[in-house]
């Protein structure tokens, strides 16, 4: 078992964690790595490097964390070999056993960050099932019925709570608002996203009476809209786009047109511009948002009231669908996170930068 550490977000702020028994849970700073590094024997981590290299290709670097609503608990599921990993989280996941929004949070590996229907924010270590922490999100309310939970680039919570008809920025320690992003008017915030260059991206709906209007505006640094936005999809029913996702400079928004449908923008200095769209075959009752795993590769599951739930797999560079199959799972899925682990190849170069540095060494004795 490792001891208590810290894991450095900068170089004022460390996150403690205690009792972890996952070694991406905890971390050090890059002061320390550096000091050890310089101290160590480094041919075990060579070797280390080397022998994980070598593993079958058909080991499988991904884990969906999936929140199963039936059982109110969070299950592990290996999207590649297509098995269950098992749960946790049961009876610990809010007093009313909602359904609770997932994300995981790049400063603290090794933990997935659950919010419920009270907008208590809980992390969770998503190998041992261990609570590490709660905040919540501070509003007037008692009852937030957040729709997403996502972590920026500087930490903090970005939450979208249709209830309040908003999305904010809330302190990660605090759980205080520290950003409302202004509603313009006639139309409704369904879901937010923060872009690799500071700005934002928001699913809006709007109602003529007859039919549903779905937009994604462009949002910048202060969470203002910019006056650009881009219409992509007009139905009857209101809940048809409901999550948005993003990777890079891509935004994805999804949701259920009778089939599954995903949208895919890409993000330029101001606006959109639409690049695919994703049609899937089959129908359903509901989906999860998309989630993406290693290179070009895309999920969403798929809920059916016949039988268990269907898991897709999109080709994001190739823009297609792969073959969809049938997951472990008859319960409902709701909220889904992708933990993506390094490949052999990323050890192996590790390894090769390893054996370098030895030589170095050799060289500077």
């Known amino acids: 078992m490792l001891g208590r550490r810290q894991l450095c977000l900068n170089r004022s702020k460390c996150i ?15 002061g320390v790595i550096r000091r050890t590094l310089g101290s160590m024997n480094l041919r075990p981590f060579l070797l280390a490097g080397l022998v994980v290299a070598g593993l079958p290709a058909a080991a499988s670097y991904e ?13 592990r599921f290996d999207p590649v070999s297509q098995r269950s990993l ?9 007093f009313f056993g909602n359904e609770n929004k997932l994300t995981l949070d790049p400063f603290v590996p090794g933990s997935v960050l659950a919010t419920d229907i009270q907008g208590y924010v809980r992390r969770i270590n998503y190998s041992t099932g261990e609570e590490m922490g709660t905040t919540r999100l501070s509003e007037t309310t008692d009852i937030l019925q957040p729709r997403s939970l ?9 939450a979208t709570i249709p209830s309040l008809n908003q999305a904010a920025i809330y302190d990660r320690n605090t759980g205080a608002k520290k950003l409302t992003m202004v509603q313009y008017s006639g139309y409704s915030t369904l879901d937010a996203v923060a872009l690799e260059d500071g700005t934002y991206a928001t699913l809006e709906q709007t109602f003529n009476g007859s039919t549903y209007s779905y937009h994604l505006f462009r949002r910048n640094a202060s969470g203002s809209f910019t006056g650009w936005s881009y219409g992509f999809a007009t139905n009857t029913t209101a809940t048809d786009y409901s999550r948005l996702s993003s990777r890079g400079g891509r935004v994805y928004a999804s949701g259920l047109n009778v089939a599954p449908n995903v949208f ?30 290693h290179g ?3 999920y969403f599951a798929l809920n059916r009231s016949a039988g268990n739930a269907m898991l897709y797999r999109v080709d994001t560079f190739a823009n297609y669908y792969r073959p969809a199959y049938e997951m472990p799972y008859s319960q409902v899925l709701g909220d889904m996170v992708m933990v993506v682990a390094p490949e052999p190849a990323t050890f192996a170069a590790l390894g090769l930068g390893m054996v370098g540095l030895l030589r170095r060494r050799r060289r500077q004795a």
Not at 86 to 94: D, I, K, R, T
Not at 150 to 158: E, I, Q
Not at 274 to 292: A, H, K, L
Request: with cysteine.
């Open 16 to 30: 403690q964690t205690r009792g972890a028994t996952d070694p991406y849970a905890c971390g050090v700073g890059i």
């Open 86 to 94: 098992g749960a946790f989280g049961q009876g610990q996941l809010g």
């Open 296 to 298: 070009s590769a895309a």
């Open 150 to 158: 996502r972590v920026t680039r500087t930490g903090d919570y970005l």
């Open 264 to 293: 895919a923008f890409d993000a330029t200095a101001v606006a959109f511009s639409n690049t695919s769209i994703y049609y899937s075959r089959g129908f359903g009752d509901s989906m999860t948002p998309v989630v993406f795993g």
């Open 63 to 75: 884990m969906a964390l999936i929140f199963d609503v039936t059982n109110r608990q969070i299950l």
